[in-house]
């Protein structure tokens, strides 16, 4: 289940774990990423805490908890190349994953038919 926030990160939920990044629409907006960074693993973050950056030609935007959560993992794949958050921004250019502190949390964001209607 892929969820979408008004950040314009998108969340997939596995189990009690969710991979965090952001949209075609984000990325699209920003233009060529050219610097990533990313939380610290064990991080603990609530709902809408910046959780990153990502830089690119044109400007710079944060990227923010879709939900509470600690982080259990970050792509270095994307820090060592941050293009991947251009050519591959729903795959391999994930930024980050998360160990769900309050999953009911995740029902409260929009499904791909509401963000494509948020995102026009």
Known sequence: ???????HEWIQIDG?????GIT???QDALGD???????EVGA????KDGAGVVESV????????????EITEINQALVD??????SDPLGAGWFFKVKL???????????EAAYGQFAG
């Open 1 to 7: 289940m892929i969820k979408y926030t008004e950040d």
């Open 16 to 20: 009690d774990i969710a991979t965090v």
């Open 24 to 26: 075609q629409h984000a």
């Open 33 to 39: 990423v050219v610097f990533v960074e990313l939380p």
């Open 44 to 47: 603990t973050l609530a709902q």
């Open 58 to 69: 044109k400007a710079a935007a944060d990227v923010y908890m879709p939900v509470d959560g």
């Open 81 to 86: 190349d941050p293009s991947l958050a251009n």
């Open 101 to 111: 502190a309050k999953p009911e949390q995740v029902d409260a964001l929009m499904d």
